[in-house]
C-alpha cells in the first residue's frame, strides 16, 4: 500500500511560482509512474501532468511550458514546478500512482494523497 503526502500549496500572485512536492511511503517508489491532478471547486478531476518510471513526461496542454514534472527516487518524491500561474491554475492539486505504466487519466491511478490547495491572487 503507498502512501502519498502532497506539500508546497498555497497562495501566489499571478504571474508567481511554486513548487509542489509529493512523498511517497509504503512501497518500491521506483516501480511506480506518478501523476498529478487539480481539482477546482465545481469541477472533475483533471490530469495535469504525469511522469514514468524511466522519467518521460506527459503534460495537459493547458500547463505545457509553464509546469514542469520530476522525480528522485532517491528521496521517494515527485515535484511540479508550477511557473507563471494563472488565475485559473488555482484548484486543489493531488498526487497520484499507478504500478508501471504512466497513465494520464483519474481512473487508471490506483494511489491518491489528500491534496494540497493552490490559490492564485490576480
Known amino acids: 500500500q503507498v502512501q502519498l503526502v502532497e506539500s508546497g500549496g498555497g497562495l501566489v500572485q499571478a504571474g508567481g511560482s511554486l513548487r509542489l512536492s509529493c512523498a511517497a511511503s509504503g512501497g518500491t517508489f521506483s516501480n511506480y509512474a506518478m501523476g498529478w491532478f487539480r481539482q477546482a471547486p465545481g469541477k472533475e478531476r483533471e490530469f495535469v501532468a504525469a511522469?514514468?518510471?524511466?522519467?518521460?513526461?506527459y503534460y495537459a496542454d493547458s500547463v505545457k511550458g509553464r509546469f514542469t514534472i520530476s522525480r528522485d527516487n532517491a528521496k521517494n518524491t515527485v515535484y511540479l514546478q508550477m511557473n507563471s500561474l494563472k488565475p485559473e491554475d488555482a484548484a486543489v492539486y493531488y498526487c497520484a500512482a499507478r504500478p508501471i505504466q504512466v497513465a494520464t487519466m483519474t481512473t487508471d491511478y490506483n494511489y491518491w494523497g489528500q491534496g494540497t490547495q493552490v490559490a492564485v491572487s490576480s
Open positions: 511522469i514514468s518510471r524511466s522519467r518521460s513526461t
